[in-house]
């Protein structure tokens, strides 16, 4: 599947993987190839994908959507990082 994980600032992760799991409104869920198209919104926790050479990345994130179609997913999230005046 092809990822891509963004920020209003900066880019996170673009690439392939084997899983993602999300932590969305109601209730975490891993979508795997093939998965049936969705859009969901998502809340406070961690986004945790497996690459296709089976390494484990995690993104803390407050909040955002996720989009997949066609093997294709996208996650616009904000994270704690986001919105802090310098």
């Given at each position: 599947m092809n990822v891509e994980?963004?920020?209003?600032?900066?880019?996170?992760?673009?690439?392939?993987?084997?899983?993602?799991?999300?932590?969305?409104?109601?209730g975490p869920f891993t979508m795997l190839e093939h998965h049936a198209p969705i859009v969901a919104t998502l809340e406070t926790g961690k986004v945790v994908l497996t690459d296709t050479l089976g390494d484990k990345k995690e993104f803390a994130i407050k909040n955002?959507?996720?989009?997949?179609?066609?093997?294709?997913?996208?996650?616009?999230?904000?994270t704690e990082n986001e919105n802090k005046e310098s």
């Open positions: 994980i963004i920020t209003p600032t900066e880019s996170l992760f673009k690439g392939e993987a084997k899983t993602v799991t999300v932590p969305s409104k109601k955002g959507f996720c989009e997949q179609h066609d093997n294709q997913i996208i996650l616009c999230v904000e």
